[in-house]
Every structure is written in structure tokens, then in C-alpha cells.
């Protein structure tokens, strides 16, 4: 096995195709913002989520299991939009965002109308726990969105603090897909509890590797140096560093990130000490830690393909340079 | 009969107390945005109109009726809040606006954050009838407004464009909170068709009230004059009256519309013809004409204090000073 989309090419070949048809409207203003959502649809690791937990099952893949997949895609494109109206991002995925081209209304609204879908979708077909698993999710997310708000504004933001942020707004959409996945294919509540604490572990690798990606001299991205710092965001390198400081720099490196962000040789500085004070290698054993545990939650099922799989999208979620 | 609440005064009050006590959250800046939520209650419309439809059944009403109710105004709750950022409105019921206090950042996401509790609320005790009419709602409510969107920027609303809107925006949410009173307490589908279109019909009389509102030379309200030609709105009297004029005072209406609405003596030369073509008789006429559309709806349920109570609220939404 190549790439963990191995085992499921077909089935993200079907999903894509269904969704592409799926995402029209009548209306001809929504229907150019689907088409344009479509054009520049990302990674699909949360469809890939699905129909591989779904899989790791052992039971038969049904169209409630491709269902599953549309159910977590639709959401989390209505999230992403609704995240770059709260952080007036103006680019998303290397395109301009929904709110960049059709203003914070056109944004606000077809968040909505993707969220009315996901729940029609749900209702309609009555997969009421596929539902449950996806709704959870949305509560998690935008109580996570208000955390962070709330904390970053004080900048006071310690590592238990830092994990319950990350754990509801990214670990729990995470979670929900693979619970989606296994639910989909009838699998009982132990084996749906196991994929789901899988997510749930892998979520939390997966949003350090994205804070540590803004600490770019260790790895070669596209995105912009420092950026969480420019935009206040701490996150756990920076978290871990403060706490080892001496009173006297902790104040200077928290005067930094409230002051002197848009200085870029202040947050150069503030990100040599940080990798200096042992952020970045924290941060790191963290992530591992954390994939090592969703890996252990797989040795719940047999081994198969879909395991396999599931371990190099895990592999992947550590190492991906973007 | 002295009021429509008068049958189910008992009704609104539990289901106020319950609806503050749910409303609250671990996390601080979202409770100090819940409990601004609850302070700045509006007229329980939808509510009453759940509780109402509920009794006009017959049929005993039940906790499912109550979270029927919780259910509408909590996804009310949300539309409005994101409303307000669509619109960029700073005031709402008389108060500052969530994305005035806390920016479109907050308003954006406590938004989500209700609609995720409308869904959770609904999946928990497996109302799925209740949210697949709360659901339908959202979706039309965004499409309605994506519409509107769509059209105002051209100006070009004709009278049947202007009817599908209000109806998508407006109605659709009465009708879902009708169709969730009757379902609540498992009256027939015959039974939750009729007050479905009760609602609906309602709805639109209830939009084209708000609509003539506007026209405040011939209605004592707070609101500002013409704020809807201000905002580049079209509504039923002015597109009636848009109709009756010749091609050349067409043109130089619209013109009004597009280049002037900044200019108070346009506005109210512009309403004075709109009056003077008839638009606002025509569209009190209209609004008539649904209110009696609604009051037939009733005529599928036997005498009953709440029909009672129904047929008093109808005249209520088309004799309201605000």
C-alpha cells in the first residue's frame, strides 16, 4: 500500500461524483458559490475517515456509509466558511474565500443553507445516529471557536486550556467521521466507541502538526512565517516555552505577542526562543504521543487494509508538510 | 377571548423558565452572550403559534410539544443572529446586536453554536418528525435570503420573485412552527398539512405587514421612514406601484432607488407615488387575502379555544403597529 486512499479509491471516485451532483441549486447566485466550493474542494481526509473506519469494520459499505461521507464533507465545508467569516480570511485552500468574494452575507448564508442540507440529508434517510455523531461535532466546534475567542484575547491560555481548544474545535469533527464511518455499517457500540477515541486522538495530532507548521524554519510550507503569532493565536510551542521561562522573559515574550506582532524581526526572535526553550520539540513528542494512541485504539479489530490504511493516514497526519 | 396567549398563558411561562435554565454554558463568554440572548426575548410568535397549533389538535399536549417549542425559537434565535451580520444591523428588539457587542465573529458563531443545540435537542429524544420541519426551515430561510440577495442587487423584483422570497425567508419558519405544534402531539398528516398552510399563509401576510410597516406616514411605528429603499430593498408596494407607472417614471423611480436613497426628500417623494399608484393598497389587499387564506386553514378543526385563539392572532399580524 502507497497512500491510504488505496483501499477506498472507488469509493471516493463515487462520493465525489455524487457530491459534485448533489451541490446544485436552483437558485442562480448559490448555485455559482456551490460550483465554486466544489472547484476548490481540499485534502478529503474526512470522507477518507469514513470509508476507512467504515471498512475497518469488517461489515459491507452501503449508501449509508456514502451518505456518512456527504453527511461530514457538507458540514465541514459549511464550518470552514463560517471560520473565514470569524477570521475574515480573505484565501482558503490557495483559492479566495466564500467571504472574500461574496462578502461576510453570502458566507453567513451558505454556511446556513450547507448545515440545512447536512440535516436533511440525515432526516430524510433517517440516519438519526449518523446525525448524532455529526451534530456533537458542531456544538464542539463553535463552544472550541468561543474558547479560543475568550482566551486569546487575555492570552492566558495554559496547556490543559490548549487541549480542550483543540480538542472541540478539530479532534471532535475528527472523531465524528470515524464514528460516522463505523456506525454506518451497523457496527456495534464498542467497535463505534473505539474508531471514534481513534478520531478523537488523531484530531489532536493533527492540529499541532498544523501549529507546528507556522514554525516554518523547520519546515518548508507556503504559508506565511509566525502567522498564529501575528494573529495572537497561542498555541503549544509557544504555551510550552512561556512555561519555561523566567518570569522576567515570559513577560517580554507575552509583550511580543500583544505589541510587537507585526514587527517580523520581534517574532522572528520570539520563535527562536521558543524552539530554544524546547517548544517545538514538546510539541512534537506531543503529536507523536498522540498518534500513537489513536494507533493503539485500531488493535480493537483485526488487521486488514482498512487498518493498514488507517496507520498511514495516521503516519501522514504527523508528517504532512502542508 | 382577550388575547391570543390567553389559553396558553401556563404554556409560555414553563417554557420560558425551562428555555433560560437550558440556556447556559461552562464556558464564560458564551453564557454572558447566552444570558444577553435570554434578556432580549422577543414576542414569542413562534412559540404561542407551536403551543396553539399543538392544542387546536385536540390531542394532549406533551413534553414533545414543549421541545417542539425550544426547538423553533432556538433556531429562530440563531436566523436572527445571523441575520444581523448578513444585514451588518448594530440594533436588534431595542438592543445592541451580537455582532455589535462581540463582532461577526461571535454573532457567527453563537449562531452555530444554537443550531447545533436545536439539533442535538431534537436527535437526543428522537424527535425526528419535529426537526425535519425545523430543518426544512433553515434550509429555506438561507435560500430565501441568497435570493434576495441575488435580486435586490439587480433591482429587478417582479411581484411573483417578491412572493417566493418572503415565502422562503418569512413564512416557511411559521408554517415549520405550525407543522411542529400538530406533529407534537401525533395528530394526523391530513392534521399537520392544514396548519402547515395556516402558517404559511400567515407568514406571508405577516412579511407583507412588516413590509407596509415601512410606509410610516400611514402607521405610527419606531422605525425609521423608508429604511427598506434605503437599503436598496424591494417590497410589495413599491414593486405594485413600479408595475403602474410608465416606462419613463419607472426608470426615474428606480433611479431613486439605486442613487438617492440617501437623500430623505427622494425617499418620501418616491413613497408618496408609490402610495399615490396604489402599491400600498394593493399590498394591504394582498396581506388581507393571505390572512384569509390562513383562517380558512382552520376550518379542518372543530370550535376550540385555540382555533379561537389562531383566528385572533392572524388578525393580530395584520393589525400590528410594529
Request: aromatic share 6%.
Amino acid at each position: 500500500m502507497k497512500h491510504y486512499t488505496d483501499p477506498i479509491q472507488a469509493d471516493l471516485q463515487a462520493f465525489e461524483s455524487h457530491f459534485k451532483s448533489t451541490l446544485r441549486s436552483p437558485i442562480p447566485l448559490l448555485d455559482i458559490i456551490l460550483r465554486y466550493l466544489v472547484k476548490r474542494k481540499g485534502k478529503q481526509l474526512r470522507p477518507a475517515l469514513v470509508f476507512l473506519t467504515a471498512r475497518l469494520t469488517g461489515l459491507p459499505i452501503t449508501e449509508r456509509t456514502h451518505r456518512g461521507a456527504a453527511l461530514v464533507e457538507l458540514m465541514h465545508t459549511a464550518t470552514l466558511i463560517h471560520d473565514d467569516v470569524v477570521d475574515d480570511s480573505p484565501i482558503r485552500r490557495g483559492f479566495f474565500s466564500i467571504n472574500a468574494l461574496w462578502k461576510n452575507k453570502g458566507a453567513v448564508l451558505v454556511g446556513d443553507y450547507l448545515l440545512s442540507r447536512v440535516l436533511l440529508l440525515a432526516v430524510e434517510h433517517q440516519d438519526h445516529d449518523l446525525l448524532y455523531h455529526v451534530s456533537s461535532s458542531v456544538k464542539a466546534m463553535s463552544e472550541g471557536e468561543l474558547l479560543q475567542l475568550e482566551k486569546a484575547r487575555r492570552l492566558d491560555i495554559v496547556e490543559s486550556v490548549y487541549y480542550e481548544i483543540i480538542e472541540k474545535k478539530t479532534a471532535s469533527l475528527m472523531a465524528s467521521c470515524c464514528g460516522v464511518g463505523a456506525a454506518s455499517t451497523g457496527a456495534d457500540a464498542a467497535a463505534v466507541e473505539a474508531v471514534r477515541r481513534f478520531g478523537l486522538a488523531l484530531g489532536m495530532a493533527f492540529q499541532i502538526r498544523d501549529d507546528l507548521l507556522d514554525y516554518r524554519q523547520y519546515d518548508q510550507t507556503g504559508k506565511p512565517n509566525g502567522i498564529d503569532i501575528k494573529e495572537h493565536k497561542m498555541t503549544l510551542p509557544l504555551i510550552y516555552a512561556l512555561q519555561q521561562a523566567d518570569p522576567a522573559e515570559r513577560k517580554s515574550m507575552i509583550r511580543t505577542v500583544k505589541k510587537d506582532a507585526d514587527r517580523p524581526d520581534r517574532v522572528q526572535a520570539l520563535m527562536d526562543r521558543v524552539v530554544a526553550l524546547g517548544g517545538v520539540s514538546y510539541a512534537e513528542a506531543t503529536m507523536h504521543r498522540y498518534k500513537e494512541e489513536a494507533v493503539e485504539h485500531l488493535n480493537h479489530f483485526p488487521d486488514s487494509d482498512a487498518k493498514e490504511a488507517l496507520r498511514l493516514l495516521a503516519e501522514f497526519v504527523v508528517a504532512r508538510k502542508k
